[in-house]
């Protein structure tokens, strides 16, 4: 059974920043995409970030862009993301997707979430 372990999540004060990292433990399974999702209290789950693993091509969400970073490294499958500018909305357990789906709406696989706290 494949597992994504993530690391980096926490509590950071409006405006600062964290960086997010997830390591897929099977090598044998390429995942054609890999990004994160998060899931606030009280609302559902949403697309954050996703990168593909052929073009390195990438998409956010609308409610970060400009401020977070995905970036991976396929020789190890790992994915990151960098946020900067945090806000107190993106508080919420985030989680690494392998195998996002291309409408960007779900994953084969999941991590079991961080959390990340932004204070104000």
């Known amino acids: 059974q494949v597992q994504l372990v993530e690391s980096g999540g926490g509590l950071v004060q409006a405006g600062g920043s964290l960086r997010l990292s997830c390591a897929a433990s099977?090598?044998?399974?390429?995942?054609?995409?890999m990004g994160w999702f998060r899931q606030a209290p009280g609302k559902e789950r949403e697309f954050v970030a996703a990168i593909t693993r052929d073009d390195g091509l990438t998409a956010y969400a609308d409610s970060v862009k400009g401020r977070f970073t995905i970036s991976s490294d396929n020789a190890k499958n790992t994915v990151h993301l960098q946020m900067n500018s945090l806000k107190t909305e993106d508080t919420a357990v985030y989680y690494c997707a392998a195998g996002i789906s291309g409408g960007l709406t779900g994953a084969r696989d999941w991590g079991q979430g961080t959390q990340v706290t932004v204070s104000s």
């Open positions: 099977a090598r044998t399974i390429i995942y054609y995409r």
